[in-house]
């Protein structure tokens, strides 16, 4: 039986990482993966597999340390978010080599929300940077994208596992990677300490282990994303739900991408015989 399969990448910052190990263990295993949608950094990674750069974005974090990261923040002053995101949205664009939705090879979609209508968005046309610098867009951190009358944040909000846009998409079997649902029990263990580069006054106050705006602001997002995701998943579960236990990683440990494509990878090498048997 010739099953679809549909990729529902969910957000969580540099957790989304562990995406790219999920995504090799199905290649691995020679699965076709039909259609992807995926929300902030689920569509970063689901548009750059879908355009074909999946291992440029690999390549990258490998070799990502904390004070590159740093450096993709542009502050913005007295405006709508912290950062303005144009740097984040060259990156994305260069990895993507400019392409646009009809380019891919895998249908893909990438969830923002309107703050204007309080409706979910689903951008499948245009520019696939544009689309991900909106999905990204957390409020608080990254400026909203202007999108005519509309204003584009994070497709979060409402949708942080956007399952119900990969069935809309034809996929017969939806595998959803959920990134939220382990974080606050990880966060009650000790994080490990990580101590930025003096030199970098952002990095003292962007450091994963020191309470202050970008954790308060982690937090609550964490804890929006999993009550949402609950509720989805109560009306529409998934066919296989993936929930990655990431250790104590935040949104910006980029720096530990290795190892959250590791266990993504794991996580994916797992549900092997039980989505082999569901092809069937």
Not at 30 to 49: D, E, F
Not at 132 to 143: N, Q, V
């Amino acid at each position: 039986m010739n099953q679809k399969i549909g990729l529902a990448l969910g957000g969580g910052g540099a957790r989304g990482c562990a995406h790219i190990g999920v995504i090799k263990a199905l290649e691995e295993a020679n699965i076709s993966i039909h259609c992807i949608a995926g929300t902030s950094m689920g569509a970063l990674v689901g548009g750059i597999y879908a355009a074909g750069h999946l291992q440029d974005l690999e390549n990258l974090l490998s070799e990502v340390k904390w004070s590159d990261v740093l450096r993709q923040f542009d502050p913005a002053v007295m405006k709508n978010g912290m950062f303005k995101g144009k740097k984040v949205h060259r990156l994305i664009n260069r990895l993507i080599q400019d392409k646009k939705f009809k380019d891919c090879q895998i249908p893909c979609m990438a969830i923002a929300t309107d703050l204007n209508s309080g409706e979910e968005v689903r951008l499948d046309k245009g520019n696939i940077a544009d689309a991900i610098r909106a999905s990204i867009s957390l409020p608080g951190i990254f400026m909203p994208i202007k999108h005519k009358k509309h204003h584009l944040v994070d497709g979060g909000i409402l949708n942080p596992l956007p399952i119900s846009a990969v069935r809309k998409m034809g996929a017969d079997i939806v595998i959803a990677v959920d990134l939220s649902q382990e974080y606050i029990k990880e966060k009650q263990v000790k994080r490990s300490r990580h101590t930025p580069e003096k030199k970098w006054r952002l990095g003292q106050w962007l450091r994963p282990e020191y309470p202050n705006m970008i954790d308060v602001i982690e937090g609550a997002v964490f804890l929006m994303q999993k009550t949402v995701t609950e509720k989805n998943l109560m009306t529409d579960p998934a066919d296989l739900l993936l929930s990655l236990n990431l250790s104590s990683a935040s949104l910006f440990d980029f720096h530990k991408a290795k190892k959250l494509i590791e266990e993504g990878y794991k996580a994916g090498k797992k549900i092997m015989p039980q989505l082999k048997a569901m092809m069937q």
